[in-house]
């Protein structure tokens, strides 16, 4: 379900476009609502401003007419010839007012037609009481104000303000603003687009190399100068794949050329004897002199499709139902005496000694990764000379290797691992370079200075590094004084 539900997704661009939409649409609704409760804000403090001061000066108006009022002995409110003395300098801005009594009756219109254009319903007193001297809006024939209702003793006065052109403007504005947002939004959105698209167009150079990617072009790589910053280290780790590929692929390659020349010559070898044995009747001593050659050239067949076999084997990692605890000083000291027989031919002896701890692995695996170092040693040691098998305990830390990793299908420990190093180490007839020393872990290498003596097939070293990495360890050859030959095995202990 998740490699479909992976496969229904937009590609990289338009995934970034769009939630860069949602993003900016988002924002430029923010921006619109603050800038348009802005504008409507300052309007209507721009409006109560003027109908503030209109009503101050239409208070200190009617508190003129009420002092004249009680000067000439009149009733204390003000009657309707009275109110005809009030003038209108108050009225800026278009302003309207209507006074009445305090029984809501209207007195005085300014203009005369604004009363009339009041519906019958209209009731000061009532208003008065909804709002008591605080800004409102309302509507009367289409037509919008802002407005407040004051008191001075016995009289109500509304003073209303048109706001039309204030409603007008802002829908042209928001209207305007609403067209500028958008325009933003689409260039934004045009831009980011097309920044991804350029971001991500070297990688377009990536895919032509990797469709191109074939066995004879496996040198083709990525110039990282080229790159983004962003995608170097993409086109780094593809030059460090096709480094590793093509030396795999020639490492496959060579291997596939050695194996083919091991079989061919037995197999060649074989053929040509048995036409020869049916060229012409034989005798049976002859016969069976012939079938213990074939015999032997067999034996060496089984024992290199064996071999490759283990390395196959080794190759694919260690399970758990195939480690153990391992004594390596019993196996040692086993393997010790199995060839002390062979070595004593040639005055070669064995010196044990260290400290040797157990380790987590496979016994059969670790039998033939010993067998072959020791037998490896004992035909380049020099005769009459010392093999010495030495071990020690060493910590994770000190390695040269990253070799903290678990076996496979193993629990990670919270503890330090450590390991355990053995030193397999003899004198040389002749002087060797660590180059030289270094081939000899390559897959059908045969050394001429040992040809001679031992006539196997090449793979014992390559065997013994593939069982150490399957164990997650180290195997290592190091050439001291040109004529001291040490094997270095480095695995991780049982404890």
């Avoid at 921006?31 to 504008?39: F, G, K, P, T």
């Avoid at 009275?82 to 009445?100: A, E, F, V």
Wanted: hydrophobic letters at 40%.
């Amino acid at each position: 379900m998740n490699y479909k539900f992976k496969n229904r997704r937009w590609p990289l661009l338009w995934r970034t476009v769009f939630l860069l939409t949602i993003f900016v649409i988002i924002s430029q609704i923010i921006i619109y609502v603050w800038v348009q409760r802005s504008v409507s804000s300052h309007f209507e403090q721009m409006d109560a401003e003027i109908i503030t001061h209109a009503a101050f000066n239409l208070r200190k108006q009617l508190t003129d007419t009420d002092e004249q009022t009680a000067l000439s002995n009149l009733p204390s409110s003000p009657v309707p010839e009275d109110i005809d003395h009030l003038h209108s300098s108050w009225l800026d801005y278009d302003l309207k007012t209507l006074i009445s009594n305090e029984n809501g009756e209207i007195l005085l219109s300014e203009p005369d037609r604004f009363a009339a254009e009041l519906p019958a319903d209209f009731n000061l007193l009532m208003l008065w009481q909804a709002h008591h001297e605080q800004y409102f809006t309302f509507k009367i024939n289409n037509r919008n104000y802002r407005a407040i209702v004051i008191r001075n003793n016995k009289t109500l006065a509304l003073i209303a303000l048109p706001i039309d052109v204030h409603h007008q403007y802002l829908l042209q504005f928001n209207r305007q603003l609403s067209m500028i947002l958008i325009a933003i939004t689409l260039l934004l959105v045009s831009v980011a687009a097309l920044s991804v698209y350029w971001g991500f167009a070297p990688l377009a150079t990536i895919v032509q190399k990797m469709k191109g990617i074939n066995p004879e072009q496996l040198d083709e790589r990525v110039v990282v100068s080229n790159m983004p910053r962003e995608l170097r280290p993409l086109a780094e780790s593809y030059n460090l794949m096709m480094a590793k590929l093509e030396s795999n692929f020639e490492s496959l390659s060579r291997f596939s050329d050695n194996i083919a020349h091991e079989l061919r010559t037995p197999l060649a070898t074989l053929g040509t004897q048995t036409q020869v044995m049916l060229s012409k009747p034989r005798n049976s001593n002859e016969y069976i002199e012939q079938l213990h050659h074939q015999h032997d050239t067999l034996e060496q067949l089984s024992v290199l499709i064996n071999n490759m076999l283990l390395l196959a084997k080794t190759q694919k990692g260690l399970s758990n139902s195939q480690l153990s605890r391992v004594d390596t000083e019993t196996l040692i000291t086993k393997l010790i005496s199995y060839y002390e027989l062979i070595a004593e031919d040639r005055g070669i002896f064995f010196e044990k000694k260290g400290n040797f701890q157990a380790v987590l692995g496979d016994d059969s695996l670790l039998q033939r990764l010993f067998a072959n170092l020791i037998s490896n040693a004992i035909y380049y040691a020099v005769s009459d000379s010392i093999i010495t098998i030495e071990a020690s305990l060493i910590k994770a830390s000190t390695l040269t290797h990253t070799a903290t990793r678990n076996l496979k299908g193993s629990k990670p420990s919270a503890l330090q691992p450590s390991f355990l190093k053995i030193v397999l180490t003899n004198t040389l007839d002749e002087p060797w370079t660590q180059i030289e020393a270094d081939k000899l872990f390559e897959r059908f290498y045969r050394d001429h200075r040992t040809t001679k003596m031992h006539s196997g097939s090449g793979l014992g070293l390559s065997i013994a590094q593939a069982i150490t990495q399957a164990h997650n360890g180290k195997v290592s050859i190091s050439i001291k004084n040109e004529r001291c030959f040490q094997v270095i095995v480095e695995l991780s202990t049982a404890g």
